[in-house]
Structures are given as C-alpha cells and as structure tokens.
C-alpha cells in the first residue's frame, strides 16, 4: 500500500479539515463519471479512485483514534527483524503521529540499513521524547559507546573484542616452566654454577 | 610488500603487521603476492602497478568464506629475484579479487579525472585505457562485478552534485558496491545477506576515511566533501566529530563481520578489523594536526 499522505498529496501534520479538502478534489478529477466506458483511460481511472479513498479511510480512521491495523507498531518490529525494511518504512511513513516509538522504528530501519548518523538522530529523538524507556536509552548508550571506539555491547561494561581473546590470558604452562629451568641452569653454568646437577 | 607507507593510494583496509604472527604474516604477504601475479595473469603487467591492499583483504575474506583449496609455493619476485618469497596459489579467490580490483580501478580513475588538475591528470588519462581494457576482460569473468562499479560511478556524481547531501546518502552508493561485491562471494542467501550488510559497513568506513584524508583539498578545491558541512567548527572540533563517525562505522562493521562466523583466515581479518581500521583512523587524523584558528 502507498502512504496514504502522499496518494492524497497533502502533509503529515494536515488537519482533517485539510483531508477532506484534498480528498474532495481528487474526488472530482477521477470519478468515474468523467470517463465514458470507451475511454481507454477509465480503468486507470477507477483504479487511482480505489487508491484514493483507501487512503481517506485510512487517515481519517486515525485521527478519530479508531484502529484499522494499517498503524500497527508491532507488526512494522516484526517487519524490521525479518529484514523487511522497505516494506517497514512504507509502513511507518504512513503513521500521521511521529511519537517516541515511531522515531525508534525509524532509527532502526536506518540503522540496519547502514545509514548510521541517520539511525543515531531518529533514536536521539526518541529518547528524548521518552526518556523514561529502557529500549531508547539503551540503543542511545549503546551509540556513544561505539562513537567512542569501542566494540561490543555497551552493557558488557568493557571493550571486549574477540581478536585473540580465547580464554588464555596469561599464566604459565609446564612447558613454560621446564623452558624457563633450561635457560636457568644455562645462565648458572655460564658463570660457572650449577642450578640443575643433572645436566 | 613495503611497510607503513603513509599513502592512501595503497588502500586502508589493512592489518597493524606488528600484531600479526610469523606465520600470519607471511601467508599475508604470500596472498598480497599471489594477487599480483593473478593480476598480471589476467589483466596484463601494468595492471600490476595498481595493487592495493584493499582487495588483498577482499581475497582473504572470499577465502574465508568460500573455503577453496588453497597453496603456497616458494619462488622469486621480478621486482626482486634476490629475495624468495612464498607465493599463495588460490586461483579462484585470487581472481575474484583482481576482478573486483580492476572493476574498480576504472570508477576510481573516471572519479580522480573529473577531480584532478594539471600533471596528476594527465598521468590519469595515461592510465585510463589500461582500466578500460581491465574493465572490459572484468566483465567477461565477473559480469556483475562490472555493472557494480558503473553503477557506483553513475549514482556517485549525481549525489555528489548537490553539496547540501548527508553523510549517509553520499556514502551510500560505494558502501552498497562493496556490500554487493561482499554477497557475491556466497551462493547461501541467509549468508549473502549477512555479507551485505558487513560489505555495506566496511565500505561506508573506506569512503569516509577516503573523505576525511581529502578533507583539506577538497576545501581548498571547491569539491564535494561530505564532511564540508563542520567547515564552520574548530579544528579540534570537526575531528572529534568525524572520529566519532568513523568510530561508530568501524565498531558496526566489526559487529557485523562477527556475525558471519567465519573461521578461516579469522584472526588476520580480525587484526585488520579491530587494529587496521583504528590504526588508519589515528594516521589520518593526525596527519593534520590543529591549526590555530
């Protein structure tokens, strides 16, 4: 489905005084009366007629507050995690109110996409709009934690890489030991000692 | 392979060599080998003289990823018989990555020739039909490769027109150009799209490192720069900001290459994600230090 805003070519914060206007307009230039049944172009006609007052429904059902399941945040997330992204950003583009969660959704739409300082403004705005929610903060955190060059989750608390990270760290094997007992008694009998009698 | 040249003609997608392990280096230097000689296989001799350590990496990562069969040999370098060396045989990774640095040989110099003035130009022109034929013989063995490049080519100069384009948008067409490049390398489409999205990363952080080490030409020229937008701020100031723009690129794209899970050539590739990428950043921000004013 095409945002319904810019099938009726209006803004998204047009007042619903403003909808009916553009849709009453549109609502002339392509009824259907307007084309004979000869007219090649009476079937595009209908169709762009169709489109219109889909998209009236649509924003009109939003502002009175009634859901039509078009606005659903849950399911443009699950769009988003299924990497369903253009899908997703129709979707969003479509909502009149751009509250918190709304700039969220956006920022991880960027985000994945790879539009990093895009992804970072949308998710600032979110958390300032609702400062209070775990999820913003923490996409915000995790922002400035790698804006300063670290890896990893911020919520790890350190800069863990996985680059020679296996587990060793430091200490000293028996290989080691032997190794340094080696070199100990080679030292010793160089100045004339003696560390391991054996040999 | 020289060391530390402080050139970014020689690509910045490189390991911090001081890191690596003997044997890590050496199979380094043996696939940096094996690129030349499958440059010159199959592009000719001068095509040589192009080498970049960029797509030394891309061949490490299609290595990793494809798993073939992969060989060293000793033998001696033309440049240098004196020396031997220990040449990397990996024919099917080896040509994907020439290809791919020939493809974008040809952008990158139509790109320079529309920049450049004066000598710098005519040493591009000279250069062009060597590209052109690169190109050409590119597109038999990797056709998509090709298309990628004009691609690139064609969307940059339109969204490098408007002066007023974001960070995201004028980075957009080479990060989605080696992002496409990156999926090429798996026939698996859960994995082609994870090496989308690792591509995508790296390439935003190549273009923008590129951009931020032209910074001060491209001012003084009147170019498009995508970073022209903190002119106005102090020194100090535009690089905090661009670091932390690259920072924030280098990190995503680390996290991303986590994800593949790959396992071959692992901990080169790491070298150059968690230490390479840093250490050019540092070289590049430094290289201008503070003025006053």
Known sequence: MNNPYDVLGISHNATEEQVKEAYRKLARKYHPDNFGADNPLSDLAEEKMKEINQAYDTIINSMRGGNTGYFNFNAIREMINSGRLDEAERALDSIPQHNAEWNFLKGSIYHRRGWLEQAATFYQTAASMDPGNAEYMNAVNQICWQRGGNFGSFNQGFNQTPYRNNGSTGGCSSCDLCTALCCADTCCECMGGDLCTCC | ?293
């Open chain 2, 1 to 293: 392979m020289e060391s530390e040249r402080g050139d970014s003609l020689f690509g910045y997608v490189k390991p911090v060599q001081g890191q690596l392990l003997v044997c890590e280096y050496e199979a380094y230097k043996a696939i940096y080998c094996g690129l030349c000689k499958a440059l010159g296989k199959t592009f000719g001799p001068f095509s040589r003289l192009t080498l970049n350590y960029d797509f030394v990496a891309v061949a490490m990562l299609h290595m990793a990823v494809r798993k073939p069969k992969v060989e060293y040999l000793p033998f001696r370098c033309a440049a240098n018989p004196l020396k031997k060396r220990t040449l990397c045989i990996c024919p099917e990774s080896l040509d994907f990555a020439a290809a791919c640095a020939m493809a974008m040989l040809y952008s990158k110099l139509k790109d320079d020739i529309r920049d450049e003035r004066g000598f710098k130009r005519i040493g591009k022109w000279l250069l062009l039909p060597l590209a052109r034929s690169g190109l050409k013989k590119a597109k038999k063995n990797e056709p998509r490769m090709a298309q990628i490049a004009e691609e690139i080519m064609n969307r940059q100069n339109k969204i490098e027109s408007d002066p007023s384009a974001g960070i995201d948008l004028a980075a957009d067409p080479s990060a989605s150009a080696l992002g496409q490049i990156c999926a090429l390398m798996s026939e698996e489409e859960g994995q082609q799209a994870a090496l989308y999205d690792f591509g995508y990363m790296l390439g935003r952080w190549v273009y923008l490192i590129d951009a931020a080490d032209d910074y001060e030409e491209d001012l003084r020229r009147k170019r498009f720069n995508p970073f022209l937008y903190l002119k106005d701020k102090t020194n100090a100031e535009r690089q905090s900001e661009i670091s932390s723009i690259l920072n924030f690129c280098m990190t995503e794209a680390a996290a991303r290459f986590e994800k593949l899970g790959l396992k071959k050539n692992i901990s080169i590739l790491q070298n150059i994600l968690y230490l390479g990428l840093a250490a050019q950043q540092r070289r590049v921000l430094s290289g201008k230090a503070p003025k006053a004013g």
